[in-house]
């Protein structure tokens, strides 16, 4: 049962990276929080460097470069969500993740969604619906129009779709001669680079990076060792068992996030959102065995 003990800390730690995540935009821009994570990201890839295999091919690193800026667009989005939206809303929206990532991969890909897959996206929509609805159910179109108005959801979204197709780039790089802590190593990089572009176009470059620093420099930290930790636990617990016991189990971070999370920002109608996050968990699952 060693696995279950792995899957158990990977969702334990995911749940915490959101819920210091959220805490740190509630004082920070997120463009400097997403900079300094992406930063501290690259200083830690760094004791890779042992492990990186640099002969590879030309394209395949324009490929990851691509993934990056995918990356980088989709990781702002998300922390410019978080930082406006309730953590009880935000969190629950990031289980339609494997949707966009199983959708692409058919349109793409042409691999093919299976019965349950098809459900498991049905569950996604219907948690979303009671994600939104009103505690008095007096309106049942409303859900759908806060959905379609809402900025931040939106951004969430449109975020998923860029990570949806950052993944199939990932798959078909570290399937052709790149290694995956090669792929680590040169995605970390490249994604502090791009935000230190950003950073300099659309803001104050270097003096942003040193007041979020200065400002918010432990939280940030612990949310990239946090998140390193959370993804290392999943490595080991998938290699002892089978994916679909891991995925279930990681999901339940969504959960933590929002009940944790909402208590201590002390967010309303908590019961509500837990059970719709809990038909989201059941839907991403689905979709993504």
Not at 103 to 124: D, H, P, R, S
Not at 128 to 145: N, T
Not at 260 to 273: C, D, R, S, T, V
Request: glycine share 6%.
């Amino acid at each position: 049962m060693l696995w279950l003990i792995f899957a158990l800390g990977s969702a334990f730690f995911a749940a915490a990276a959101s819920i210091i995540q959220k805490k740190a935009l509630i004082k920070e821009h997120a463009m400097e929080f997403s900079a300094v994570l992406a930063l501290i990201n690259a200083v830690i890839s760094l004791f890779l460097l042992p492990f990186v295999d640099f002969n590879i091919s030309t394209m395949n690193l324009l490929w990851v470069y691509l993934a990056s800026w995918l990356g980088t667009v989709a990781f702002l989005h998300t922390a410019r969500a978080i930082r406006h939206m309730q953590i009880s809303l935000a969190s629950p929206m990031l289980n339609f993740g494997p949707a966009f990532s199983a959708i692409l991969a058919a349109f793409i890909l042409g691999e093919k969604l299976v019965l349950y897959q098809w459900l498991g996206i049905i569950l996604l929509v219907i948690g979303a619906y009671v994600l939104e609805i009103d505690h008095k159910f007096s309106d049942l179109i409303e859900p759908f129009r806060r959905i379609k108005s809402s900025k931040y959801i939106h951004f969430i979204f449109f975020a998923l779709l860029l990570y949806g197709f950052s993944s199939i780039i990932d798959r078909y790089v570290v399937t052709h001669g790149v290694s995956p802590i090669s792929y680590i190593f040169f995605a970390h990089i490249f994604i502090a680079i791009n935000f230190f572009v950003l950073l300099n176009v659309m803001y104050d470059g270097v003096k942003g990076i040193i007041h979020g620093l200065s400002k918010m420099g432990i939280p940030i930290l612990l949310v990239s060792l946090f998140t390193l930790t959370y993804r290392f636990f999943q490595i080991k617990a998938v290699s002892m068992t089978f994916l679909a016991l891991v995925v279930s189990i990681k999901r339940t971070s969504t959960i933590l996030a929002t009940l944790i999370g909402g208590e201590l920002f002390h967010e309303e109608g908590l019961i509500l959102k837990l059970v719709a996050c809990a038909i989201m968990v059941v839907g991403a699952v689905l979709v993504a065995i």
